[in-house]
């Protein structure tokens, strides 16, 4: 699953993307990692580990855009892929850790 967000790198507008990447190891348990994209960049500019909780990954992702002077527009979120309904409840729940400050 993929978001596309506009926003600001140190003052430069620009477009984000962040591509949700969901592995089921288990019937019981699901794995999670994060690529965060500046710009029109097919490649990740920043990738998480591998965790067990989405909102481990979405915390990596705040202070990565924090270290960075990165800065997201809530209101231009774009979902550009097909979605696991689940993984998109789990992500909307979590998503505020984005836009703490």
């Known amino acids: 699953m993929t978001l ?6 140190n003052g430069i507008p620009t477009k984000f993307s962040i591509r949700i990447i969901g592995n089921n190891i288990s019937k019981t348990s699901s794995n999670f990692q994060m690529d ?11 990738k998480t580990a591998i965790h067990k909780r989405l ?9 990565f855009m924090k ?11 774009k ?4 979605i696991v309904p689940y993984n ?7 998503k ?5 400050g």
């Open 36 to 46: 965060f994209l500046i710009g029109d960049k097919q490649l990740p500019t920043y």
């Open 55 to 63: 909102s481990n990954c979405l915390k990596e992702i705040y202070l």
């Open 88 to 94: 998109l409840a789990l992500y909307n729940y979590h």
């Open 96 to 100: 505020p850790v984005l836009f703490l």
């Open 67 to 77: 270290h960075n002077h990165i800065t997201l527009d809530a209101s231009s979120e």
């Open 79 to 82: 979902v550009a892929t097909k």
């Open 4 to 9: 596309q967000y506009q926003g600001q790198q």
